[in-house]
Structure formats: structure tokens, C-alpha cells
């Protein structure tokens, strides 16, 4: 009689556990830099707002778009422990730039680069976590390398923090820090994960974007790319939230606690919200997360004080902890089974260039009118989300994560 298959943490295997600490790991460089890099552009190198906005639209934007090919990368070359190498190393390389940077420009070109290797590496990344973790234990496996990840977004912005106590307020001697545990990833990365053999016989695969499949999408998937288009106009960069909070009188030693807030509330929501999205409609649990967003624009933007700043962030957590994952599930229930891959291709393509748009906007009201003027444009792109959102509900009553 063979043994029972063991199941939970003690058995995923160690590489999947090398992976979740390459993602730790990268999280904190990560987060060390952004959780100062916007005071840093506009205290340090004087950069505008409007270019801050620039610049992480951009960045955010590539890593989106890069995202459409990397799977398809991926499965095309079949080393997919490379692939996510490259991307990991090209992250790694960046770092040492923002500590030694004395213009924007310097700045953007690294966040750029940075952004490629985060596109690159994402879908290698969990491929690689699926081929090396037995079907059975794979639930456990993907939230083991999610929960070393949420670690180091918490890690981060406090290790940040704590340095710029001990370092008194030098910012690029933190960033300098910050790429000694990207280093790490990378090392752990190489030297231990196993990648399993690529199967031979496998068929190559196509392009993630064909025109015949875009013409082959339904009505009502269009309907959820719209509708993620205007839900992504009302979420803009959160370097915003950093510059409110020292807007309003927060020390830059002390700047980094806004990542800390968002990722705690964020981290603490996600998965009962995850678990609630699939006993009920996600659309009315998308609505909720919409008021709540539309609620943080409004704290964000009239509350003037450190503390009513803090409570607009720990608001902007809680809607990212509800409705994290819910566009892409309403993108999995309305797209055509066999077009999924092309489906995701889609939405990742019109968020990238939608986020760009987004937070150049932000930017821009923020130089010419003030920060107010942003979080209120954020709370109107919201309400008209919300709206959309609540004509398409009705239009299908008693519909549970059914396609609209």
C-alpha cells in the first residue's frame, strides 16, 4: 500500500520555497526605493509632480505591457528558470543607479529598465512554481510564494524607515542598501532553484495577440476592459499617497509608514475578500470596493492632517484588499474559454496604457491645481465606475459570477 501523498507546507518543495524568498527578497529592494523614491525626485533632484506622475505612468505602464509576451516567452523558449534570471538581473542591475542619480531622467531610465525585468519575470516566475509543485499541493505552493512576497512588502518600507533613523535622513545611502537583498534574489535564484526538465513534444506556441481572436471576443468582455478602463483611470500611482503624506507635514524619515499602512490593511483583507468573491456576486463586491476607494479620494483630498492621511491610505488598503484579482476574474468569466490566454493579453495591454494615462493625469492636476484636485478626479472616475458597474448588476439579477 503506497504512503499518502503529503499535502500543505511541509510538502511543497524546497525550490518553491527558493522561489517565494527570490520574491521576498526582491520585494525589499523594491520597496525600499519606493516607498522614498517619490520624495527623492521632488525634495532631491527637483522634479515636478506632473513628471513624477510622468515617470511612474510609464514604468507601470511597461511592466503591464511587457507582461502580454512574457508568457508566451516563456513557453516559447522552455527554460523558463532563465527567463525569470533575466528579469530578476536586469531588476538587480538598476538599483545601483538611484543612489548615485542626479537628474529625473536618470531616475526614469532605471524604473524603466526595472519595470522590463519585473514584465519579464512575473510569468516565468509562477510557471515555474506550477511545473516544479505536484497538482495536488499547488494551492499551497502559489500562496506560500504570495505570502514571502506580502513579507517583503511589509519589510521593505520598514527597513527603509528604520534606515533613514540611522542613517539621518540620507535617502541615497538607503537606496544604496536596497541592492544588497536584489543581489540575494538573484544568487538564490541560480543556485537554488531546480528547474524541471521541459517536456519534449509539446506544440510551440502561438502569438498572445492574434487579430482574429481580438475580433472573436464577446460583447460583454469589451464591456469588462471598459469597465477596467475607467476603474484603472480612478487608480493612479501610489507615489501619490507618499506625496500627500509629506504634503501635509509627515517627516521624510518617517514617509515610508504610508506603504506600511496600505500593505498592512491590504494584506489583511485580501484573502477573507478573495474567499467572499466566490460565494457572492463579484460585482456588487466590486461595487464595495469602488465606494470605499471613492471614500479614500475624499479623506485623501479634504483632510489636511497627517492622521487623516493615514486613515485615506489605510482606506485605499482596504478597497485594494477587495477587489484585488476581481477584474481578472470578471475577465475569466467573460471571455471565451479557449481565448483566455488572449483575453488576459488584452487586459493587461489596455491597464498598462490606461495607468499611464492615469497617473500623467494625476500629475498634471496636482501642478496646476493642487493635490486636492487629484484625489477628487480619482473620486469622479470611481463614481462613474461605480455607475457602470451597478447598470450592468441590474441588468442580470440574480447572476453569481456568471459572464454579464
Do not use: C
Not at 538573484?186 to 481572436?213: K, S
Amino acid at each position: 500500500m503506497s504512503a499518502p501523498l503529503r499535502t500543505g507546507l511541509k510538502a511543497v518543495p524546497r525550490s518553491v520555497w527558493a522561489i517565494g524568498f527570490v520574491s521576498m527578497f526582491m520585494d525589499i529592494s523594491s520597496e525600499m526605493i519606493h516607498a522614498l523614491l517619490p520624495v527623492f525626485l521632488v525634495t532631491g533632484l527637483g522634479a515636478s509632480v506632473a513628471l513624477v506622475g510622468l515617470l511612474e505612468g510609464v514604468a507601470e505602464a511597461t511592466a503591464s505591457i511587457t507582461k502580454v509576451f512574457s508568457g508566451w516567452l516563456s513557453d516559447r523558449l522552455g527554460h523558463r528558470k532563465w527567463l525569470a534570471v533575466a528579469g530578476y538581473g536586469l531588476g538587480a542591475l538598476t538599483k545601483p543607479v538611484f543612489p548615485i542619480a542626479v537628474t529625473p531622467w536618470e531616475v526614469f531610465g532605471a524604473r524603466f529598465a526595472d519595470r522590463i525585468g519585473k514584465g519579464l519575470r512575473g510569468a516565468p516566475r509562477d510557471a515555474l512554481v506550477a511545473d516544479i509543485a505536484p497538482p495536488p499541493i499547488r494551492g499551497a505552493a502559489f500562496g506560500l510564494r504570495q505570502s514571502l512576497d506580502t513579507i517583503g512588502a511589509f519589510a521593505g518600507p520598514l527597513v527603509a524607515m528604520a534606515l533613514m533613523v540611522v542613517l539621518a535622513g540620507n535617502i541615497r545611502a538607503v537606496f544604496a542598501w536596497a541592492v544588497v537583498p536584489a543581489v540575494l534574489a538573484v544568487l538564490v535564484l541560480i543556485f537554488a532553484v531546480r528547474e524541471p526538465r521541459p517536456v519534449e513534444g509539446v506544440r510551440r506556441p502561438r502569438l498572445p495577440i492574434r487579430w482574429g481572436d481580438v475580433l472573436a471576443m464577446g460583447g460583454a468582455f469589451w464591456a469588462v476592459i471598459g469597465l477596467g478602463a475607467v476603474f484603472t483611470m480612478a487608480r493612479f500611482s501610489e507615489a501619490f499617497l507618499v506625496l500627500r503624506a509629506q504634503d501635509v507635514g509627515l517627516a521624510i524619515a518617517l514617509v515610508p509608514v504610508v506603504m506600511v499602512v496600505m500593505n498592512l490593511v491590504y494584506s489583511a483583507v485580501a484573502a477573507p475578500a478573495g474567499s467572499l468573491s466566490d460565494r457572492m456576486d463579484r460585482l456588487w463586491l466590486l461595487v464595495l470596493g469602488l465606494a470605499v476607494l471613492i471614500a479614500a479620494d475624499v479623506v485623501l483630498a479634504l483632510v489636511a492632517t497627517v492622521p487623516g492621511v493615514l486613515i485615506g491610505v489605510a482606506l485605499w488598503g482596504l478597497h485594494m484588499g477587495l477587489t484585488q484579482g476581481l477584474l481578472a476574474a470578471l475577465v475569466a468569466d467573460t471571455a471565451p474559454s479557449h481565448l483566455r490566454g488572449t483575453a488576459f493579453g488584452l487586459f493587461n495591454l489596455a491597464s498598462g496604457v490606461t495607468l499611464l494615462a492615469a497617473s500623467v493625469v494625476a500629475g498634471l492636476l496636482w501642478s496646476r491645481m493642487g493635490p486636492e484636485a487629484t484625489f477628487i478626479a480619482g473620486a469622479v472616475f470611481a463614481l462613474l465606475a461605480t455607475i457602470w458597474l451597478v447598470s450592468m448588476t441590474l441588468r442580470h439579477p440574480g447572476r453569481r459570477n456568471a459572464t454579464p
